[in-house]
């Protein structure tokens, strides 16, 4: 299994600051997931993180406002930018399981708990 | 598109007693489905899952039975205890791996 560590794990910001989340793995993955878990509300993946290439944002998510980064196999950010208070949320990094006929979990960070003032 | 339905908490059982979390879904092919817990202040663990129609997937005495005709997936575990004390999460995946979650049911149990 993958251990996943997230820094930082919470954090109280002002509105219209910026946040960089960071996502590191134990082990090189091809990819990397981020999600956005809403006070009361499911997670919602917000983009996918390729090493080597751009991010693949999913719908009602923009480069603009969650840049990512993903520098190697073990490691990404997640950038909450120009953050309002609708931005408080518990972000989590995810990696798929690489074993055979396993392909489909997912090992997930313990979250970055945001609240924007 | 696709979606999972499943009933809001929070669930206040007693120590010992009988639980079931419904869990319903939408999709088009056939999903995988899953089971995720996220006890107090850590991640998301992936509890069991189920990959076609009639299996049963089960860990530390929980158990769920993926039902194609009723496109059901409900948790049930047959004597809770005080460590089950968590949130739990139904998902599914479909053909990549974007997971589309429930929203989450959170479980009390009461020694």
């Known amino acids: 299994s993958a251990v996943i560590s997230q820094k930082p794990s919470r954090d109280i910001c002002q509105r219209g600051t910026s946040l960089t989340i960071q996502c590191q793995v134990d082990s090189q993955v091809t990819m990397m997931f981020w999600y956005r878990q809403q006070p009361g509300q499911s997670l919602t993946l917000i983009a996918t993180?390729?090493?080597?290439?751009?991010?693949?944002?999913e719908s009602g998510f923009v480069i603009d406002k969650f840049p990512i980064s993903r520098p190697n196999l073990t490691f990404s950010t997640l950038t909450v930018s120009n953050m309002s208070p609708e931005d408080s949320s518990i972000y989590l990094c995810?990696?798929?399981?690489?074993?055979?006929?396993?392909?489909?979990?997912?090992?997930f960070g313990p979250g970055t708990r945001l609240t924007v003032l | 598109g696709d979606s999972v339905t499943q009933m809001e908490g929070p669930v206040t059982l007693s120590e010992e007693a009988f639980l079931t979390i419904n869990c319903t879904y939408t999709a088009t092919g056939y999903p995988s489905l899953f089971w995720y817990v996220q006890y107090p202040g850590e991640g998301l663990q992936l509890l069991l899952k189920a990959t076609k129609a009639d299996d049963k997937g089960s860990n530390k005495g929980f158990e769920a039975t993926y039902r194609k005709e009723t496109t059901s997936f409900h948790l049930e575990k047959g004597s809770v205890q005080v460590s089950d004390s968590a949130v739990y999460f139904c998902a599914l995946v479909s053909g990549t791996y974007k997971y589309i979650f429930g929203t989450g049911t959170r479980l009390k149990v009461l020694a």
């Open positions: 995810s990696v798929p399981h690489e074993g055979q006929g396993r392909i489909n979990e997912q090992f």
């Open positions: 993180a390729n090493q080597g290439s751009e991010a693949t944002y």
